[in-house]
């Protein structure tokens, strides 16, 4: 499995970006997911979609993220609106399989900063 996230720059407050991530390799039943790591923080869960396209959002996201999922591309977007200055972080695609073959993957990551 293969995630390769890109979208990543510069931004100011109120602003919106997309970041998106090429998946390859993955199994069906795979749930692609958004996470973050902010200065000094620890990785926290941003937003997830199913293979089955259930979506799930962190709180502090709800309402300004959106993801989504291109199953004939394997792609997993997400569009972000109204952004802050506490959204700076280096944002990660992972691919998630809990039936046999069990795994998780990380992708490499893509950072951008929202200044103020």
């Known amino acids: 499995v293969q995630l390769q996230a890109s979208g990543g720059g510069l931004v100011q407050a109120g602003g919106s970006l997309r970041l998106s991530c090429a998946a390859s390799g993955i199994w069906g039943a795979t749930t692609l997911a958004w996470y973050r790591q902010g200065p000094g923080k620890q990785r926290e869960f941003i937003a997830s979609v199913t293979s089955g396209g259930i979506t799930k959002y962190a709180d502090s996201v709800e309402g300004r993220f959106t993801v989504s999922r291109h199953n004939g591309k394997n792609t997993l977007d997400l569009v972000m609106h109204s952004l802050q200055p506490e959204d700076t972080a280096v944002y990660y695609c992972?691919?998630?399989?809990?039936?046999?073959?069990?795994?998780?993957?990380w992708g490499q990551g893509t950072k951008f900063t929202v200044s103020s």
């Open positions: 992972n691919a998630r399989r809990s039936v046999t073959p069990v795994y998780t993957h």
